[in-house]
Antibody
Framework: QVHLLQSGAEVRRPGASVKVSCKAS????????ITWVRQAPGQGLQWMAW????????EYAESLQGRVTVTTDTFSNTVYMEVRSLRSDDTAVYFC????????????????WGQGTLVTVSS | EIVLTQSPGTLSLSPGERATLSCRASQSVRNGYLAWYQQKPGQAPRLLIY???SRPTGIPDRFSGIGSGTDFTLTISRLEPEDFAVYYC?????????FGQGTKVEVK
């Protein structure tokens, strides 16, 4: 059965970095993409980044370019998302989700989600 | 980027009533690549509809989607108590993929 298990809540100072993990079970990461979405308190969903673990292709939201990196460890079937130079407005719940490619082989919609990881940025 | 505008912002209905949620795109969504998600407080979103009108296995048939181009609709035929939640549309026809701002379906 498909499951995405994320790492626990984190608290960081402004300017620090955080790395969140997403361990997949019930499927191989090399067969699906993984997307990261975040949700600030009381706000909507924001797509952040995507990785295709089969070929290593990545895509990032323009607003986060240069501060976010997504990597994969196919041996442990785990995806990692690192955010650097944290600011207070990075405070959010971060979700990973399995990404189903569309008919053109491009990133698509999200059928399974992790439980979410709260990252709090505060001085 | 494609901006998705959902309306209304809040829908106040009673159990058993019909809910109609709208999602309008700023540009045509290629191939109807639009999904709908349901999110309850403290939970991750759940996929309800993809490809504008396809339901994943396990999603009740009271949820239906329709639309193409720039106008899409999610309908809940008869609201069950567990359907009161926030609903988001998402397009995946063009990068970057984007979400609507959400419609909250609340108990009247």
């Amino acid at each position: 059965q498909v499951h995405l298990l994320q790492s626990g809540a984190e608290v960081r100072r402004p300017g620090a970095s955080v790395k969140v993990s997403c361990k997949a079970s019930g499927f191989s990461l090399t067969s699906y993409g993984i997307t990261w979405v975040r949700q600030a308190p009381g706000q909507g969903l924001q797509w952040m980044a995507w990785i295709n673990s089969y070929n290593g292709n990545t895509e990032y939201a323009e607003s986060l370019q240069g501060r976010v990196t997504v990597t994969t460890d196919t041996f442990s079937n785990t995806v990692y998302m690192e955010v650097r130079s944290l600011r207070s407005d990075d405070t959010a719940v971060y979700f990973c989700a399995r990404d189903i490619l569309n008919d053109y082989g491009d990133p698509g919609h999200f059928d399974y989600w992790g439980q979410g990881t709260l990252v709090t940025v505060s001085s | 980027e494609i901006v998705l505008t959902q309306s209304p912002g809040t829908l106040s209905l009673s159990p058993g009533e019909r809910a109609t949620l709208s999602c309008r795109a700023s540009q045509s969504v290629r191939n109807g690549y639009l999904a709908w998600y349901q999110q309850k407080p403290g939970q991750a979103p759940r996929l309800l509809i993809y490809g504008a009108s396809s339901r994943p296995t396990g999603i009740p048939d009271r949820f239906s989607g329709i639309g193409s181009g720039t106008d899409f609709t999610l309908t809940i035929s008869r609201l069950e108590p567990e359907d009161f939640a926030v609903y988001y549309c998402q397009q995946y026809g063009r990068s970057p993929r984007t979400f609507g701002q959400g419609t909250k379906v609340e108990v009247k």
